[in-house]
């Protein structure tokens, strides 16, 4: 599903002001909700994950280490597995999209302790105390998400598609 439709008259519109015949904008577009579109449907916290990701560079030294999230079938409760350079998490398939930032949140949280080098309450704790600890953490993640963009200067805020592409314009120039 696209986020945004275009109409003959935006992609002719779009088409001049890009100089680009309107044959090729509108390939672009359908390629766009295709191939990218679809994948940003499923971009929970992304930018706690690259966070997260710049984390472990900065606390290990793993440059090429990343994140990676996925629905698993036949896994009944979120869990991750921390390999060498990545740190998975699986969650259920049939999780709601609240239901998989939460998870994916909290095993973040994980990612965060077992990474960090500490000498702290967190290192004795029983299992039930290393969850609360996740479990706090992913909280956390998720109030930042919240307010995120709420702070930035966000030049696409607007959702006339002519301000956005008179904005886009002004920003390539």
Known sequence: MAIFQLDDNQIRVISERFGLPPVNVRQIYNEYNEKINSLMAKQYL?????????????????????????????CRVPVYIDFISYFLV?????????EVRMAIAH????????????????????????????NV??????????????????PFQNSAWQTTMAEYERFCK
């Open 46 to 74: 992304g930018h706690s994950i690259r966070a997260m990701e710049q984390f472990v560079y900065a606390e290990k030294g793993k440059r090429s280490f990343h994140v990676r999230c996925m629905d698993l079938p036949g």
């Open 90 to 98: 699986c969650y259920p398939p049939d999780l709601n999209e609240m």
């Open 107 to 134: 095993e973040l949280g994980h990612l965060f302790f077992n990474t960090k080098e500490r000498q702290n309450a967190y290192d004795e704790g029983t299992k039930e105390k290393l969850e609360a600890v996740a």
């Open 137 to 154: 953490f992913g909280y956390f993640l998720l109030m930042g998400r919240n307010t995120f963009y709420s702070g930035k200067e966000d």
